[in-house]
């Protein structure tokens, strides 16, 4: 806030600098959370396509808000809007081969009633 009132063209750059070494100091855990969940994966079973698909969603999740709180830092409100509807589509286009599988299934399940 403070680099704002003075030079606010610098203020977007010091908080993505802020928020990147933020980031890099949570990699550890990060890393040892998804060790531990596919490891919880792999013993129940579950197909490894629907931990990763999970992954993948949380990811596009983190990264497209923090992509829209950036622009929004920047005083960029409609782009930010864009870039968070962009990440809901992208991640529709993850998750819409499990719905198609799961609604197979249950199509399969009715119909053998």
């Known amino acids: 806030m403070t680099v704002r009132q003075y030079k606010k063209e610098y203020a977007a750059l010091v908080g993505l600098a802020v928020i990147t070494v933020i980031l890099f100091f949570t990699l550890d855990t990060l890393g040892e959370t998804i060790r531990t969940v596919s490891d919880v994966t ?3 079973g579950v197909d490894a396509k ?7 969603v949380v ?5 497209t808000q923090f992509a829209s709180e950036i622009l929004r830092d920047g005083g960029e409100n409609a782009i930010a809007v864009k870039v968070e509807l962009a990440g809901k ?3 529709l286009g993850l998750t819409l081969p499990i719905v198609t599988e799961f ?3 249950c ?3 009715l119909s053998a009633v």
């Open 42 to 44: 792999e013993k129940s």
């Open 89 to 91: 589509v992208f991640i």
């Open 50 to 56: 629907y931990f990763t698909a999970v992954i993948k």
């Open 59 to 63: 990811g596009v999740a983190y990264i």
């Open 103 to 105: 609604l197979e299934v």
């Open 107 to 109: 199509i399969n399940a």
